[in-house]
Every structure is written in C-alpha cells, then in structure tokens.
C-alpha cells in the first residue's frame, strides 16, 4: 500500500530535549515536505526536499533542521524544542508537479 | 508573495443539497490551485486542482471555478452527502517549485 508513514503519532515533552519525528515513503518519490498545522493558519511549509541531498527552508524553518540521506526518509529535528514549536506536524512526498501525499500527522506537546 | 485566504472557518449544509467553499488569493502569478479534503486524525487528502489557463475544473461531484478578475475560487459539491463533513484547504503551488501554500481552511458539516 502506497503511504506515508510518520512516527512518533504523538509525542508530549519538555523544552530543550531533542527530538525526532521520522519520516518515511515508500512510493520512491523524489520530494519531500514537512509542514505543521496551527489554528486558524492552515499548514505552513517548514522545510522541503527536491532529492536526496537537496533541502531547503520553506516559510516556518526556524528552530527545525532536516536530513534527506536516503530517498524514502525525511526526518524533522528539533534540536532544542521549546513550547512555540507544539503543534500538529504533516510530512508529505510526491512526483515532481504531483499531488502531495500527506502521513497522518504527529502531535508535538512542548511543556 | 502569494497568500491564499479561505474567510469562512464553517460551513453547515443539508443533505443533498449543493455546499460552496471559497479562497480569495493576492498574487496573480499562479500555476495551480488545489482542494485537499481533511477528516480529523488523518493527512489531508488531494481532491480536485485547476490550471490558470481553465475556468472550471469538474470531476464527478465536485467542480471548482475560477475567476481570474476576481482573485476568487470555488469549490462546489453537488449533491452534498455525510461522507463530505471535513475540513477542506485551498491552496496555491507553483507549478516545478513543488511548494504548496495554504488557506486556513474551511470546517463543512453535512446535516442529514
């Protein structure tokens, strides 16, 4: 089954320790996207990836840093997180000038 | 840079009757123009997209409509049916950038 899988689903932590959310797609789409949901905001793009090696920021990447060492994975770092960055977090991948397919979302809690 | 509003957060429709979601935009510069359907606990899904060079785009229930003059677009379900109660987001990519740019959305309730 085509997907777009995301983990931690939830997650509730405090400020300063680092985390995590690892991104993974198995259709071997070449770009990838995180993006994070706010009220009243709609989802904001954090960072994106053209390919492997290729990322770069999208309107929100403060206080966020990416990897793409390998093509299905797309992690989101968050070196030092702090109660601004609690939200709810979509990560997504598609052909290029395709439709984005979106995981189900991680639910960051920063106390 | 180009910002995409949806001004209505809800929307309450009766069964079978016809719902009309709209998105005003600032930029006039644009490729596309996606919907993207949202049920809660779940990634937001692709539902329908128009090209700058049409007017109107339909695919079975679902058609959205363009006005180029006016900045505006809508998506229009007929019939509306339960199964369509979500929140749906308008946004706006540029067509090889692959960025995606989103409205606030809209909460559509279908009331039987």
């Known amino acids: 089954e085509a997907q777009v899988t995301q983990n931690p689903r939830y997650l509730i932590t405090v400020t300063g320790k680092k985390l995590t959310v690892t991104c993974s797609q198995n259709?071997?789409?070449?770009?990838m996207s995180w993006y994070r949901q706010d009220p009243g905001l709609g989802l904001r793009q954090i960072y994106y990836?053209?390919?492997?090696?290729?990322?770069d920021k999208g309107d929100v990447p403060e206080g966020y840093k990416v990897s793409r060492k390998e093509k299905r994975n797309f992690p989101l770092i968050l070196e030092s997180p702090s109660p601004n960055q609690t939200s709810l977090y979509f990560c997504?991948?598609?052909?290029?000038?395709?439709?984005?397919?979106f995981g189900d979302g991680t639910r960051l809690s920063i106390l | 840079d180009q910002q995409v509003k949806q001004n209505s957060p809800s929307l309450s429709v009766q069964e079978g009757r016809i719902s009309i979601l709209n998105c005003d935009y600032t930029?006039?510069?644009?490729?596309?123009f996606l919907w993207y359907k949202k049920y809660p606990a779940e990634g937001p899904t692709f539902l329908i997209s128009?090209?700058?060079?049409?007017d109107k785009n339909e695919d079975g229930r679902f058609t959205v409509f363009l006005n180029k003059s006016a900045k505006h677009l809508s998506l229009h379900i007929v019939p509306s049916q339960p199964g369509d109660s979500a929140v749906y987001f308008c946004?706006?990519?540029?067509?090889?950038?692959?960025?995606?740019?989103f409205g606030q959305g809209t909460r559509l309730t279908i009331n039987p």
């Open positions: 930029n006039s510069m644009f490729d596309y």
């Open positions: 997504a991948s598609s052909w290029t000038n395709q439709p984005q397919h």
């Open positions: 946004s706006w990519e540029l067509q090889g950038a692959q960025k995606l740019v």
């Open positions: 259709m071997n789409h070449e770009y």
């Open positions: 128009i090209s700058s060079i049409k």
């Open positions: 990836s053209m390919n492997v090696e290729v990322t």
